[in-house]
C-alpha cells in the first residue's frame, strides 16, 4: 500500500525556518518525481516545488523561489523541503504527492505550517 | 505566470449531469488533470492525461481538453460527489500549476 507521512508543520515566528519531511512507502521512490502542494486555510491548492526522480529537475514557484529548497533522500525514501525566511502568507497545509503520468496520484495527509507572532 | 480560471461553483440536481470547465491559454496543448477534495481531506485523482480514469475511480467520471477549455464531466451526479474539484496542468517549464477550483452542490 503507498503511503506518504508529511511531518514537521507547526507554528512558527515570520522570518523563522521550518523543514519538512515526507516519508514514503510501498512504491519504489526512487522512480517517481515528487511535489509539495499547499493549501492556505480556505483557499485553492498550489504547486509550490517539484523534484525529479533523479534530483535532476527541480520547480519552484515564484512565490517561494529563493526561500524554499527541495530534496529528496531515495536511500531513505524521503522527500523534504527546507522553508526559510517564512512569511504570514506561507501559512497553509502542506501536502506531499507522487507524481504519474502528469497528475498526482497519491497525497499525504498534510501538516499544517502557521507563520505568525 | 500560467493561469486556469474555473467557475467558483456548478449546481447539479441527483441523477443530472455535472460539467466543470478549466480555462487557459492553448490548454489543449497541455495534459490536464482533475482533483476532488472533500472537506477535511486530502485531493483525490480522478482524471489524468486529459481523459483516463485511475483505478477505482467510477465511470461517471469523464474528461476532454481541445484548444483552450478542460472539461470534467461528472454523468449521474451523486450525493457523495459533491465536493471541490481542480483542474491541473503541466508544462515543461511550470510543472503542475492548479486552477482556481470549483465547488460542486448537488441539490
Known amino acids: 500500500e503507498v503511503q506518504l507521512v508529511e511531518s514537521g508543520g507547526g507554528l512558527v515566528k515570520p522570518g523563522g525556518s521550518l523543514r519538512l519531511s515526507c516519508a514514503a512507502s510501498g512504491f519504489t521512490f526512487s522512480s517517481y518525481s515528487m511535489n509539495w502542494v499547499r493549501q492556505a486555510p480556505g483557499k485553492g491548492l498550489e504547486c509550490v516545488s517539484s523534484i525529479s526522480s533523479s534530483s535532476s529537475y527541480i520547480y519552484y514557484a515564484d512565490s517561494v523561489k529563493g526561500r524554499f529548497t527541495i530534496s529528496r533522500d531515495n536511500a531513505k525514501n524521503s522527500l523534504y523541503l527546507q522553508m526559510n525566511s517564512l512569511r504570514a502568507e506561507d501559512t497553509a497545509v502542506y501536502y506531499c504527492?507522487?507524481?504519474?503520468?502528469?497528475?498526482?496520484?497519491?497525497w499525504g495527509q498534510g501538516t499544517l505550517v502557521t507563520v505568525s507572532s | 505566470s500560467y493561469e486556469l480560471t474555473q467557475p467558483p461553483s456548478v449546481s447539479v440536481s441527483p441523477g443530472q449531469t455535472a460539467s466543470i470547465t478549466c480555462s487557459g491559454d492553448k490548454l489543449g496543448h497541455k495534459y490536464v488533470c482533475w482533483y476532488q477534495q472533500k472537506p477535511g481531506q486530502s485531493p483525490v485523482l480522478v482524471i489524468y492525461?486529459?481523459?483516463k480514469r485511475p483505478s477505482g475511480i467510477p465511470e461517471r467520471f469523464s474528461g476532454s481538453n481541445s484548444g483552450n477549455t478542460a472539461t470534467l464531466t461528472i454523468s449521474g451526479t451523486q450525493a457523495m460527489d459533491e465536493a471541490d474539484y481542480y483542474c491541473?496542468?503541466?508544462?515543461?517549464?511550470?510543472?503542475?500549476?492548479f486552477g482556481t477550483g470549483t465547488k460542486v452542490t448537488v441539490l
Open positions: 492525461q486529459d481523459r
Open positions: 504527492a507522487r507524481e504519474y503520468q502528469q497528475g498526482c496520484d497519491y
Open positions: 491541473q496542468a503541466w508544462d515543461s517549464s511550470t510543472a503542475g500549476v
